[in-house]
T-cell receptor, first 115, second 114 residues
């Protein structure tokens, strides 16, 4: 069974440019998460989806970040415009549901470098 | 606010040694605790999940314990191997304003030398 798929794996852009990341969760997983991981830190939640609904986006910087999961399957995270401080790894994860017994499975991440 | 601390930040051991990684959390009202492994440039791989009602979980050479009342968890790795070299992250699942949320520690970077 395929795991969580993310693309691209690496992205280098200049500041003020837009960038988008794509995630396809494990088949049948209703819950999808986007995390930000800075170097030497643990991941921090940006947004959580239950099917197509964003149910926890309190930590998403909404002035420049946006996300969508239109059909409740794959998702896109966008940054516009990117800033130097956005350089980090963006991880996507999925789980069967958001209940406490459900493990989260992570994708390989997209490493963003903003120059 | 939940805080998760991992000690040590880095650890280097010779192959074959048994070792313990530590994780502490400030709020004991958690649903569960999860240990992950992260290899350079890779995502996170779940190793063990301990529910709040459990005391420990075992998988192969790995054993994780949970003492919720004292806010501590340990990950024990027996007979370490060079392939165990990675960053180990613990995360606690707690109630948030919009449902449960994982809070991660900063990780312990483990190097096992042949």
């Amino acid at each position: 069974e395929a795991g969580v798929v993310q693309s691209p794996r690496y992205k280098i852009i200049e500041k003020k440019q837009p960038v988008a990341f794509w995630c396809n969760p494990i088949s049948g997983h209703n819950t999808l998460y986007w995390y930000l991981q800075n170097l030497g830190q643990g991941p921090e939640l940006l947004i959580r989806y239950e099917n197509e609904e964003a149910v926890d986006d309190s930590q998403l910087p909404k002035d420049r970040f946006s996300a969508e999961r239109l059909k409740g399957v794959d998702s896109t995270l966008k940054i516009q415009p990117a800033e130097l401080g956005d350089s980090a790894v963006y991880l996507c994860a999925s789980s069967l549901g958001q209940g406490s017994y459900n493990e989260q499975f992570f994708g390989p991440g997209t490493r963003l470098t903003v120059l | 606010k939940q805080e998760v601390t991992q000690i040590p930040a880095a650890l280097s051991v010779p192959e074959g040694e048994n070792l313990v990684l530590n994780c502490s959390f400030t709020d004991s009202a958690i649903y569960n605790l999860q240990w992950f492994r992260q290899d350079p440039g890779k995502g996170l791989t779940s190793l063990l999940l301990i529910q709040s009602s459990q005391r420990e979980q075992t998988s192969g050479r790995l054993n994780a314990s949970l003492d919720k009342s004292s806010g501590r968890s340990t990950l024990y790795i027996a007979a370490s191997q060079p392939g165990d070299s990675a960053t180990y992250l613990c995360a606690v699942r707690r109630r948030g304003a919009s449902g449960s949320r994982l809070t991660f520690g900063e990780g312990t970077q483990l190097t096992v030398n042949p």
